[in-house]
């Protein structure tokens, strides 16, 4: 079993930045990809972006150029830096990550972020 521990949301101006964290109890070399999804209420889950084991990066479209996806491997650790935040950001990020062996996928509990003034 794998556990992904979320932190990093809250409340934020827009325009403003946060940085949410993602540790994972095992090494995240383990994992084919991994990622954070976002859904906002009464919408769908959807991809923000990923970061493969090679360090290849995908981003939605919508947020291109202000989120940008890292990962540390010392510490297990995914980031994704959030800068020019806007109020269409609101919602709950979820880290997600999916195993080498079988594509098993892996969900953490959910960190709110909402951008409001």
């Known amino acids: 079993q794998v556990q992904l521990v979320e932190s990093g949301g809250g409340l934020v101006q827009p325009g403003g930045s946060l940085r949410l964290s993602c540790a994972a109890s095992?090494?995240?070399?383990?994992?084919?990809?991994m990622g954070w999804y976002r859904q906002a209420p009464g919408e769908q889950r959807e991809l923000v972006a990923i970061?493969?084991?090679?360090?290849?990066?995908n981003y939605a479209d919508s947020v291109k150029g202000r989120f940008t996806i890292s990962r540390d491997n010392a510490k297990n650790t995914v980031y994704l830096q959030m800068n020019n935040l806007e109020p269409e950001d609101t919602a709950v990020y979820y880290c997600?990550?999916?195993?080498?062996?079988?594509?098993?996928?892996?969900w953490g509990q959910g960190t709110q972020v909402t951008v409001s003034s």
């Open positions: 997600n990550a999916v195993t080498m062996i079988y594509g098993t996928n892996f």
């Open positions: 970061i493969t084991g090679g360090s290849t990066h």
């Open positions: 095992r090494s995240i070399f383990s994992f084919n990809r």
